[in-house]
């Protein structure tokens, strides 16, 4: 089964004004409010295609019992840590056609609710593969990625990892079955900058050669490139009208891993089902409702180039 993990979740406002102005009351309208989290919209979006999974998450105050209890009514298996701090809440304006994202360090971990965390990892017997996506909690160093690949290892586990972290470049080593960085991530964290197509092939090649079983790159409204050691595609972005960009790249990956796993096949369809999946999102309030994805993934071509 795939689990998602989420340590710092969020409850995501988003909202709509004419204008910020400082230093005066700015009115909003169009308020929406989303149980959010990178790992919890993987979630999402892999049971809208059809698969199943578990959510892990760290949960604390009223905002924590809100997220829980939004995913329990909607069925979600939840192993959750609970903590005594508030989960943080995020918010996204949109102000004509721009985004304004006003996102929170979200409450302290101590280790005691960490080496939890880990036990809830461990215990889990039906646990295949692990996407572990987002931030560290406040209070969690980064050597916590090490701690919970090291209990993966030992659980022949496979992780998938959907993270901004420098210490991304030290995992490889894992040999994680995926890793899904944009090229901001690529930059600050590699060093590597991408210009045009060669560069993105040579940085494809280099992330498996440091231990990346395969590699998902986005570069937003530029597309996307996956390469699994033998061969690399290239699939387009379909142009939509941001609304807001919190949850694209959360339900990009997860409409991916729908189609992709367990066998690692159909690269062509996961990738235009997730071109589909992000554009639809981007042009929402947090996850929306997904319903023009396959009038979307009709129109999205995949060029494999070598």
Do not use: H
Not at 81 to 87: A, L, N, P, R, W
Not at 151 to 175: A, G, H, Q, R
Request: hydrophobic share 40%.
């Amino acid at each position: 089964m795939i689990y998602t993990l989420t340590i710092n979740p969020a409850i995501d406002m988003n909202v709509t004004a004419e204008d910020l102005v400082l230093g005066k009351v700015n009115r909003t309208k169009n308020a929406a409010y989303s149980a959010n989290g990178k790992g919890l919209n993987v979630s999402v979006a892999l049971r809208y295609f059809g698969v199943e999974s578990g959510i892990i998450g760290i949960f604390g105050g009223f905002s924590g019992e809100y997220i829980l209890d939004v995913c329990k009514e909607n069925g979600y298996k939840i192993c959750g840590v609970e903590i005594d701090g508030i989960t943080r809440i995020n918010v996204f304006v949109e102000v004509n056609g721009s985004e304004y994202k006003l996102v929170n360090n979200g409450p302290l971990v101590d280790v005691v609710k960490q080496k939890e965390l880990l036990d809830v990892i461990n215990e889990l017997e039906d646990m295949d593969v692990l996407v572990i996506s987002g931030s560290l909690a406040n209070g969690i160093e980064e050597t916590y990625y090490e701690q919970m690949l090291n209990l993966c290892k030992l659980k022949k586990t496979k992780v998938i990892l959907d993270i901004s972290s420098p210490k991304l470049k030290e995992l490889l080593n894992y040999k994680p079955l995926l890793i899904k960085p944009n090229d901001e991530e690529i930059k600050e964290i590699f060093g590597y900058d991408i210009v045009c197509e060669k560069d993105v092939i040579r940085v494809l090649r280099q992330l498996y050669e440091m231990g990346a079983c395969n590699v998902l790159i986005t570069l937003g409204e530029k597309g996307s490139y996956f390469y699994n050691g033998n061969d690399v595609y290239f699939c387009e972005a379909y142009p939509v009208k941001l609304k807001s960009s919190a949850c694209a790249g959360d339900a990009y990956l997860g409409a991916f891993l729908s189609q992709w796993l367990p066998e690692q096949k159909n690269v062509e369809t996961a990738l235009t089902l997730a071109s589909a999946t992000g554009a639809n999102v981007a042009e929402s309030n947090g996850l929306g409702d997904f319903l023009r994805v396959a009038e979307y993934q009709e129109k999205i071509t995949v060029r494999k180039i070598i």
